[in-house]
């Protein structure tokens, strides 16, 4: 694009009303920015926060204003961005393809993480709730045409409610059959009851085709933060449970999407490295004197390490890591 060119659209942006930033995160002054638009969030140095803030985007690099614009960080100067996200919001409702639907089939949840704002109860759905769920997907139904009824299992843990939602999943399938529409549920499980025999219930009998977990980091982190209510350690149940899962030779075959969902924040982000795509790390081993083995200590790549400079270095096998400085 020519500079003048580049000058009158870039003359054309504001920042978005609906974009936020973190508090610095270390001496370099680096900050988190995230859209509230689209749920889009990534790191940016000082410079580019200030440029941002001064609604200078000429001063942007090419790579980062890119970014901005898609995430809707910068949008169009004319543009009423309340109007224009209510009009968003409206285009979902019309549009016929899913009808979601999440259920809490339980009030309980074995964790008691120290984030956690809900107030745990021994209280299960009852039966007599499942009359009304069918007449609400009947009324949210009426008059239109969808496609797909898809169903999001969510708790405190939606496994201490197994009963209810292994009761509740023929009858949602019987109205998805009364519709002539397709029946399919993803659950997200803190994973410490997802035994095997678990989960391939909700997989081949419950037809669950997405269950996420979350785990906040190594088990250093994890643990620390994500325990019993009497404060036990987690992170190994749930890793083993995993481990069953993937290493059952129908795995492959089931097609299920297992995902792992990891919350940072200040307090284990030096526990996690940055989300890249598979294949943009590489590990290399460092010799540990003394052991005959490959040791536990590694230096890891990220993309290509001349131009992106990144380099981390753990000496327990991933459970900690630092990046490496230039
Ligand atoms: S897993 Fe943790 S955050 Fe989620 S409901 Fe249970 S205690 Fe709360």
């Known amino acids: 694009m020519e500079k003048s060119e580049r000058k009158k659209t870039l003359m054309l942006l504001k920042k978005s009303y609906y974009t936020i930033f973190s508090d610095v995160l270390n001496d370099k002054e680096d900050r988190?920015?995230?859209?509230?638009?689209?749920?889009?969030?990534?790191?940016?140095?000082?410079?580019?926060?200030?440029?941002?803030?001064?609604?200078?985007?000429m001063s942007l690099p090419q790579d980062v204003l890119e970014k901005f614009i898609q995430?809707?960080?910068?949008?169009p100067e004319d543009e009423?961005?309340?109007l224009a996200i209510v009009e968003e919001n409206k285009k979902e409702i019309r549009d016929d393809t899913l009808m979601y639907e999440s259920i809490q089939p339980s009030a309980m949840c074995q964790l008691g993480c120290d984030y956690c704002g809900q107030d745990h109860k021994k209280v299960n759905m009852g039966s007599e709730l499942?009359?009304?769920?069918?007449?609400?997907l009947n009324a949210k139904a009426e008059g239109r045409n969808f496609r797909k009824l898809y169903i999001g299992w969510f708790g405190a843990e939606p496994l201490m409610g197994l009963k209810q939602i292994r009761e509740l999943t023929p009858l949602l399938k019987d109205f998805c059959?009364?519709?002539?529409m397709n029946y399919g549920a993803k659950i997200v499980t803190n994973g410490l009851s997802l035994k095997e025999n678990i989960f391939y219930e909700l997989v081949n009998e419950l037809s669950i085709d997405h269950v996420e977990i979350t785990l906040d980091g190594t088990a250093l982190y994890h643990d620390q933060r994500r325990h019993t209510k009497e404060k036990g350690a987690t992170f190994d149940i749930i890793l083993n449970n995993i481990l069953s899962i993937v290493n059952n030779e129908s795995y492959d075959r089931s097609k299920v999407r297992l995902t792992i969902r990891c919350n940072v924040d200040e307090r284990n982000y030096e526990g996690v490295l940055p989300k890249r795509k598979r294949g943009y790390y590489h590990e290399f081993t460092v010799k540990t004197p003394g052991t005959r083995g490959r040791g536990a200590r590694r230096i890891i790549t990220g993309g290509e390490p001349a131009s992106s400079g990144e380099y981390y270095y753990t000496d327990d096998h991933y459970a900690t890591f630092k990046r490496i400085e230039e």
Do not use: H, P, W
Not at 71 to 75: I, N, T
Not at 130 to 136: A, C, K, P, S, W
């Open 32 to 57: 988190v920015i995230f859209s509230t638009r689209t749920s889009q969030a990534f790191i940016v140095k000082k410079e580019v926060y200030d440029m941002y803030e001064a609604g200078d985007f």
């Open 71 to 75: 995430c809707s960080m910068a949008v």
């Open 80 to 82: 009423n961005e309340l």
């Open 130 to 136: 499942y009359d009304n769920l069918v007449q609400r």
């Open 177 to 180: 059959r009364q519709r002539g």
